[in-house]
């Protein structure tokens, strides 16, 4: 059974940084596409960061310079290092895998793609 459970989230002052992590277990797949995504009450979830197993990386618009995404397969964990935070992006933020839709070219993939989800950490940024 595979399982994401993020953890990191938290309440910081703006400009501030946060390292978000998602420990993934069962998921055995050797191609694969994962990303980071948030998601406010009543709106549509929006991808912000995304790697595939061939090594490429793709940033939303909205995060690109500020945040980055990286994994540690030995320790089978996501990262998100989050700087120069903003009050707008205060969010829930998830973890999603994908075995099915393994090659991100250069745009994170949609939320409706992702096979796999975490429950999410809230991140709160203060002005």
């Known amino acids: 059974q595979v399982r994401l459970v993020e953890s990191g989230g938290g309440s910081v002052q703006a400009e501030e940084s946060l390292r978000l992590s998602c420990v993934i277990t069962g998921f055995t797949f050797t191609r694969y596409a994962m990303g980071w995504f948030r998601q406010m009450p009543g709106k549509e979830r929006e991808g912000l960061a995304a790697?595939?197993?061939?090594?490429?990386?793709a940033y939303a618009d909205s995060v690109k310079g500020r945040f980055t995404i990286s994994q540690d397969n030995a320790a089978n964990t996501l990262y998100l290092q989050m700087n120069s935070l903003k009050p707008e992006d205060s969010d829930t933020y998830y973890c999603?895998?994908?075995?099915?839709?393994?090659?991100?070219?250069?745009?994170?993939?949609?939320?409706?793609?992702?096979?796999?989800w975490g429950k999410g950490t809230l991140v709160t940024i203060s002005s």
């Open positions: 999603a895998a994908s075995a099915y839709y393994c090659s991100i070219g250069s745009t994170v993939p949609r939320a409706t793609v992702m096979d796999f």
């Open positions: 790697l595939d197993s061939a090594g490429n990386t």
